[in-house]
């Protein structure tokens, strides 16, 4: 039986987003017109009247904010993946630089770990802690069919790792499906059956009513 849903928003682009360094617990914040942009943008209407939390980094507070998200709760459990001592560094320079050893590293899938850092496998172990946390909140609204919805802007790791839990994939090559990372994706969660997928790449909607 289905518990609840809830939708996963990436935050918007940062100077290390655009230089494409890897940011981890780095806490960068946004470009400025990438607040520009996500402020002639709002949520899903499904997704407006439902709690939101936040990870605790800038980023994901000002993406939330730009687009009018209020009452935003941090959460540590919703933090991006820790890369340890390869974060302010790009993923191509250290492939370059240490060649197979990289390669061998991201080809353990859920138990890649940057040196010092956290693994998907991590991750995925601390959202499942905030997620069977939230269930047991909501025990008493069981038989409420959108009981406990909630929303979180959080981080590319942290989707990643949810989305493969959900669909079963084991974290190697590419990716089942193609995210897009400036819309919400949407899943289920369950005591008895944990995650499932329910809606991938939900766009985000312009405020003119035109679409993003």
């Not at 939230?134 to 989707?159: A, E, L, P, S, Y």
Request: charged share 30%; hydrophobic share 40%.
């Amino acid at each position: 039986m289905i518990r609840f849903h809830f939708a996963l928003l990436r935050h918007g682009v940062t100077a290390w987003n655009a230089e494409k360094r890897i940011q981890g617990r780095s806490d960068i914040a946004l470009l400025p017109e990438t607040i520009g942009e996500y402020r002639q943008l709002r949520l899903p209407e499904k997704w407006q009247s439902i709690p939101w939390k936040v990870s605790p980094l800038i980023r994901t507070i000002q993406t939330a904010t730009a687009l009018g998200i209020t009452g935003i709760t941090p959460d540590e459990h919703w933090i991006e993946m820790n890369w340890g001592e390869w974060e302010g560094e790009k993923l191509a320079d250290l492939r370059r630089r240490r060649g197979a050893e990289i390669q061998a590293n991201e080809d353990r899938g859920w138990d890649f770990r940057p040196d010092g850092g956290e693994s998907p496998r991590d991750v995925l172990a601390r959202v499942k802690i905030a997620l069977a946390q939230h269930n047991d909140g909501h025990k008493d609204d069981r038989d409420d069919d959108d009981h406990g919805d909630f929303g979180v802007v959080t981080h590319k790791g942290v989707i990643r790792a949810v989305y493969a839990a959900a669909c079963g994939w084991n974290m190697m090559g590419k990716s089942p499906d193609k995210l897009d990372w400036k819309a919400i994706h949407v899943f289920s969660w369950s005591d008895t059956d944990g995650l499932g997928m329910v809606a991938l790449n939900q766009p985000l909607i312009a405020k003119d009513g035109t679409g993003r």
